[in-house]
């Protein structure tokens, strides 16, 4: 009988088999339920990811099985792990930090790629000395220190424990949450993932209802989010942002109306793009800013070349908003919290929409007002690194 190494692709056709046939309905698994880029399928002692974004079939190998003594595997389209797994790295410049926190595994992170972060706790673990920064272009350290390394880039080195983990590449933001059952497949903490699923699916689906009942007794208002680079103003097409302004009860400026790109410099185009801006009720700029403490009305009013706000109605009703109130230095938790509870983001707009006071808004700050940035510091971590954080339920009667 030839080893078993020497037999991939059958081992492989037989384990992708017969895990349909083995699937079963207990507390510790997980079934996709809304994400597109992924799924997951069980045997009794092992579970197979198919990544539709890399291409790859991680196989992950119970650490009591005979399989996991015996097998391991390494090509081009399937890569083999012993779970769960005993430590990890993961590409912070890249990688949503917060989906390990809701799992409770920061105690098994052992190194990141920057101090680039945007977790009370991280920074707090980080400044304490249980992790350590490993450079992303040191692959062979990264390859052989640790049994994976969770990266958020397809075109980065794929070494063989080089694990991608890219859920801001999902369409809807119910779609990216899901992406913690991807995560905790590898940890075998998957009924902690299905309750932290559902949690903010339910909390997501009440917000609607919620959003739906108010906006139902008022006119929806016209949402576009902007951004400046270099004197070119251009309105985002995001399939997740759109979601998000439907779901909150607003209406999305019609794409029809929207050149590429609005040259500043360029009068016809400056004329254009004014145009536009006059026809919305609430705007989110997210221009970048490497400083966002410094970013203010002015630095809008600077960026679109207007001294007065006459025929501006956000402005008039002081609704012009940006996403980067949490902040670490220049790091933003908008790729990161706001992508794993995306229940507060709705929240953040429901309140921009429909705005009633009694809501203190997350991830967004209106610049219209004057409101400034939240610094995220270490000290305000209360909870050890073993101790899985729970995701924020929004009381739907607060925002309605």
């Known amino acids: 009988m030839a080893p078993l190494l020497q037999l991939p692709f059958f081992f492989f056709f037989f384990v992708f088999f017969f895990s349909f046939s083995l699937l079963t309905d207990g507390d510790n698994t997980s079934h996709v ?59 912070t410049t890249t990688v949503p930090v917060s989906f390990f926190e809701l799992l409770g595994l ?9 101090e680039s972060m945007s977790s009370e706790c991280l920074l707090k673990t980080y400044m304490g000395g249980e992790i350590e920064i490993v450079n992303k272009s040191e692959t062979n350290q990264l390859a052989t220190q640790f049994t994976a390394h969770f990266i958020g880039e397809k075109r980065q080195s794929r070494a063989c424990n080089f694990v991608t983990f890219e859920p801001s590449e999902e369409n809807t933001p119910l779609q990216r949450t899901e992406w913690i059952k991807y995560l905790g497949t590898f940890l075998n903490v998957e009924a902690r993932a299905n309750q932290v699923f559902q949690a903010v699916k339910e909390n997501y689906g ?47 400026l019609e794409d029809s109306l929207e050149a590429n790109a609005y040259n500043m410099s360029i009068p016809q185009d400056l004329d254009d793009f004014r145009a536009l801006l006059c026809t919305l009720d609430v705007v989110i700029d997210e221009t970048y800013a490497s400083d966002p403490s410094e970013y203010t009305l002015s630095t809008f009013m600077q960026n679109v070349n207007i001294s007065d706000n006459d025929c501006f109605s956000f402005l008039t009703n002081r609704s012009l908003w940006r996403y980067d109130k949490r902040v670490h230095n220049t790091t933003l938790d908008w ?22 006071g009694n809501y203190t808004t997350t991830y967004l700050r209106n610049i219209a007002k004057g409101e400034g940035i939240t610094d995220i510091a270490p000290e305000r971590c209360g909870r050890s690194s073993d101790t899985a954080m729970d995701p924020t339920i929004v009381p739907c009667n607060t925002i309605s």
């Open 33 to 91: 339920e809304q994400a597109g880029n992924f799924h997951i399928y069980y045997g009794q002692s092992f579970k197979v990811i198919k990544n539709a974004l890399d291409g790859q079939s991680y196989l992950l190998l119970q650490n009591s099985s005979r399989a996991a003594t015996r097998s391991r595997y390494c090509t081009g389209r399937i890569k083999s792990f012993v779970i769960p797994l005993s430590n990890f790295s993961i590409d």
């Open 106 to 114: 920061l105690g098994s992170l052992k190194a990141i790629t920057s």
């Open 335 to 356: 790729f990161d919290g706001a992508i794993s509870q995306p229940q507060l983001v709705l929240a953040d707009l429901i309140e921009a929409f429909f705005p009633t």
């Open 206 to 252: 009440c917000l609607i209802k919620a959003a739906a009942n108010t906006s139902a007794t008022s006119f929806k208002p016209v949402v576009a989010w902007v951004g400046c680079n270099e004197g070119m103003w251009s309105f985002s097409h995001d399939t997740y942002k759109s979601q998000y302004v439907v779901d909150a009860g607003g209406e999305n």
